[in-house]
């Protein structure tokens, strides 16, 4: 395992470093350490490395990851895993707002709380969080699978696509045209799929699905309230 240390060659040397990594490159497992907050950590890989921060990371880290597994052995600032394509990013700790904001393939497992707006806009990736999630999370959500193993803050999935929501806690509300929806023995499947990559231990069977009424897909003033 190689390492890099951000206090002693700083963000951009290590960026570069991590960017010019190559499926046949002879290292791909790298350890960051004295990562203290810093923003845009392990930004824009495109690589089957696995890399490891060693504590808490700022905003945007691992955002538009494609390929590589990327681990936090702390907490995350606003926007981790944002715009993600594929790979894997895992905070141990809690994520701030916008967790896995348009992200559109992969996995982001957070294992404690989320805060809000996460998976907002999500394009296709799968989320699933330890905790619970602020309000305004899964706002315009048009692809992919956000599982929440606690609570879910006010105005869940509003304006929600074709994304899947599972909640095994509490909803305090729902947003325009998110509706709960039967859970059918695929979907039971998929989430069990799900939380098992995830790495939780929680039964599928606890949850309940969310999602689109399909009502404010073209504007029709009969539905002009819910807009």
């Known amino acids: ?4 240390d951000l206090a002693e060659v700083g963000l951009r040397a290590v ?20 990562p203290l907050g810093r923003h845009s950590i392990a930004v824009g ?12 990371a700022g905003f945007y880290c691992g955002g538009m990851n494609k390929q590589a ?18 790979g894997t990013v895992r905070v141990k700790g809690n994520a701030s707002q916008s967790a896995g904001a348009t992200g559109h393939g992969g996995l ?16 296709g990736i799968d989320i ?29 999935g509003d304006s929600i696509y074709e994304a899947k ?6 909803v305090e509300s ?10 059918t023995p695929e979907h039971l499947e998929t989430l069990g799929s799900l939380l098992e990559r995830a790495g939780i231990d929680a039964d599928p069977e606890d949850f309940r699905r969310y999602g689109s009424a399909r009502k404010l897909y073209n504007f029709d003033v009969d539905h002009a309230d819910a807009y």
């Open 108 to 123: 982001l497992v957070i294992e404690g709380d989320a805060s809000s707006r996460c998976g907002i806009s999500m394009k």
């Open 1 to 4: 395992m190689a390492e890099l």
């Open 69 to 86: 597994e990327i681990i936090i052995e702390g907490h995350a600032g606003p926007g981790v895993a944002e715009n993600m394509m594929s």
């Open 165 to 170: 929501l599972f909640v095994r806690g509490k």
């Open 15 to 34: 960026n570069q470093q991590l960017h010019a990594l190559s499926r046949e490159s002879n290292d791909l497992d790298w350890r960051l350490l004295n």
């Open 128 to 156: 699933v969080v330890g905790g619970s999630v602020g309000h305004m999370s899964a706002f315009m959500a048009q692809l992919g699978t956000l599982v929440i193993c606690g609570d879910a803050g006010e105005a869940l």
């Open 45 to 56: 890989l495109d690589a089957p490395a696995k890399v490891t921060v060693e504590g808490h």
């Open 174 to 183: 729902l947003g325009a045209d998110c509706i709960e929806k039967e859970m």
